[in-house]
T-cell receptor, first 113, second 111 residues
Framework: DGGITQSPKYLFRKEGQNVTLSCEQNLNHDAMYWYRQDPGQGLRLIYYSQIVNDFQKGDIAEGYSVSREKKESFPLTVTSAQKNPTAFYLC????????????FGPGTRLTVL | AQRVTQPEKLLSVFKGAPVELKCNYSYSGSPELFWYVQYSRQRLQLLLRHISRESIKGFTADLNKGETSFHLKKPFAQEEDSAMYYCAPVPDYNQGGKLIFGQGTELSVKP
């Protein structure tokens, strides 16, 4: 393990609150991704970034925001606008513009109380 | 856009039986495809990739361009193969590196 880390492992949030999930990698990867994993729905792409200071919306970006100020870091903020935020969130990174695989973090489980 | 489809959400087999997890792709050009696996309480990780033509943990996957498929196969399933399996293409650089996974197949191997 190591290489790509996520924190915290578990996160509880009250309705109406914004929370930020951390994702850090020391693999020198340019590309980073955020996915949401729900039972029976697989992995759904929230946001992705190929380079510092640039990112694009994935298929389910509504209610989420990201930043990419550093190559190593790609934090995800779950805002109060996200209707159903309780889920398992996975961060991934890879070498950009290559045929290399993605490396995944251990995930953060977010529960809205 | 580069898309893959996994038609089965759940696949249940008995130990020792052959297993095939289906993956179909729907984009043109020369595809490069991956299989990822997520065991219980472990992080998602690469299982194998098309370009390497390798066999990992007894699993193989052959690219069939005629059927646009990249099915994952193992002749004799083991209980420890029980996991979530995802098929994925390389990123779509026409869309800034977007990478969409298949819907995933949960494999359950019963004793």
């Amino acid at each position: 393990d190591g290489g790509i880390t996520q924190s915290p492992k578990y996160l509880f949030r009250k309705e109406g609150q914004n929370v930020t999930l951390s994702c850090e990698q020391n693999l020198n990867h340019d590309a980073m991704y955020w996915y949401r994993q729900d039972p029976g729905q697989g992995l759904r792409l929230i946001y992705y970034s190929q380079i510092v200071n640039d990112f694009q919306k994935g298929d389910i970006a509504e209610g989420y925001s990201v930043s990419r100020e550093k190559k190593e870091s790609f934090p995800l903020t779950v805002t109060s606008a996200q209707k159903n935020p309780t889920a398992f969130y996975l961060c991934a990174s890879r070498v950009a513009r290559s045929y290399n695989e993605q490396f995944f973090g251990p995930g953060t489980r977010l529960t809205v109380l | 856009a580069q898309r893959v489809t996994q038609p089965e959400k759940l696949l249940s087999v008995f130990k020792g039986a052959p297993v095939e997890l289906k993956c179909n792709y729907s984009y043109s050009g020369s595809p490069e495809l991956f299989w990822y696996v997520q065991y219980s309480r472990q992080r998602l990780q690469l299982l194998l990739r098309h370009i390497s033509r390798e066999s990992i943990k007894g699993f193989t996957a052959d690219l069939n361009k005629g059927e646009t498929s990249f099915h994952l196969k193992k002749p004799f399933a083991q209980e420890e193969d029980s996991a979530m399996y995802y098929c994925a293409p390389v990123p779509d650089y026409n869309q800034g590196g977007k990478l969409i996974f298949g819907q995933g197949t949960e494999l359950s191997v019963k004793p």
